[in-house]
């Protein structure tokens, strides 16, 4: 696309920008951004939550407070009751009242297979603005939900798992990452990204790239959902785990070659639906920033460190 040039365009320079920052005072900026997606489960109220909570991290991650929401809609209405779609209206309704926002309206068409999500617009003070790209050397790196979302779905879509033994992993999709971005914000960090289609590997990256630096993650102090280390080690991992490694590895390096690696790895690369933050803090506010982590429930504990080695460039322990 063509370059914009407006400087009330914050960040339209920045690669991999979590969502678009627009100034419209000194210490205003809306932020907004836009997901929607095919349903990850099969109760229709429980979609609608998690297509929302997806919709409002990108805003979470750059620090903004929710405003306002607007629902984007596709329904095959002539083959499927309406009751099934006004539980996802319900559903989103609900996440939307949870996050602070207004919903003021939407937009639905006709289509063969139901989608769901939101545009969603968020204020935020310029000054205090969080952005993927302020990594440092020395940064920790805090993930604030566990991996694992996208193996589990496909474990459900092949009956190998029930909704209630699936009961931790679609709860934390449809929760809301806004006590972690509290947190982020309350300490100061460095950058914050959320992790969702392109897996914790493909996130992280983009975050490196951003600010310029490489990236040391430990696989064993990375947290997976119940159950998502037994079903990708009996198949069970998403096509899009394995679409991300061919893409992304390049990047990254892993020189253990012991048993489980390549499971393991897959697990890195799942491709995650409402997933958690990624936080980059220095190191005299890491314990300051676990312990507000752990105030609201979130992950606490550091999976890696920025290092300067090759921008994008990641590798594993």
């Known amino acids: 696309m063509p370059p914009v040039d407006d400087p009330a ?4 320079d920045q690669h991999y920008a979590d969502a678009g920052v627009y100034q419209i005072s000194e210490k205003k900026a809306l932020v907004q951004t836009v997901d929607f997606f095919t349903p990850v489960v099969d109760d229709p109220y429980l979609f609608g939550q998690i297509a929302a909570a997806n919709a409002f991290s990108d805003l979470y991650a750059m ?3 929710p405003l306002t929401a607007l629902n984007l809609v596709c329904f095959p209405a002539g083959r499927q009751p309406l009751e099934i779609l006004e539980q996802i209206l319900l559903g989103g309704f609900d996440k939307i009242k949870e996050a602070g926002a207004v919903l003021i309206g939407g937009h639905s068409i006709e289509d063969d297979e139901p989608k ?3 545009a969603v617009t968020g204020l935020v003070d310029p000054r205090q603005m969080i952005t993927s790209a302020g990594a440092r050397p020395g940064d920790l790196l805090f993930l604030t939900k566990p991996l694992g979302s996208g193996i589990i779905a496909t474990a459900l879509k092949g009956d190998q798992l029930t909704a209630a033994e699936a009961e931790e992993t679609l709860r934390g999709m449809a929760a809301l990452n806004a006590g972690a971005a509290e947190a982020a914000v309350e300490v100061g960090a460095s ?32 947290p997976l959902y119940p159950g998502a280390a037994e079903m990708a080690a ?9 679409r991300n490694k061919n893409y992304f590895e390049k990047w990254v390096r892993w ?3 012991g048993a489980g690696r390549e499971e393991r ?11 958690g933050l990624l936080i980059a803090v220095s190191p005299g506010r890491a314990r300051a920033l676990g312990a507000a982590l752990a105030k609201q429930g979130a992950g606490r504990e550091s999976i890696g460190e920025i290092i300067g080695d090759t921008p994008g460039g990641i590798v594993i322990s």
């Open 234 to 242: 009996t198949g069970f991992i998403p096509g899009g785990a394995y």
């Open 255 to 257: 020189p253990d070659k």
């Open 63 to 65: 620090g903004a407070k």
């Open 191 to 222: 950058a914050v990204t959320d992790i969702t289609g392109f897996g914790l590997l493909g996130h992280l990256h983009e975050l490196l790239v951003a600010s310029g630096v490489g990236a040391v993650i430990d696989a064993a102090a990375v």
């Open 116 to 118: 769901y999500g939101l």
């Open 265 to 275: 790895l897959l697990t890195l690369y799942d491709p995650q639906t409402s997933g």
């Open 9 to 12: 365009y914050l960040n339209r």
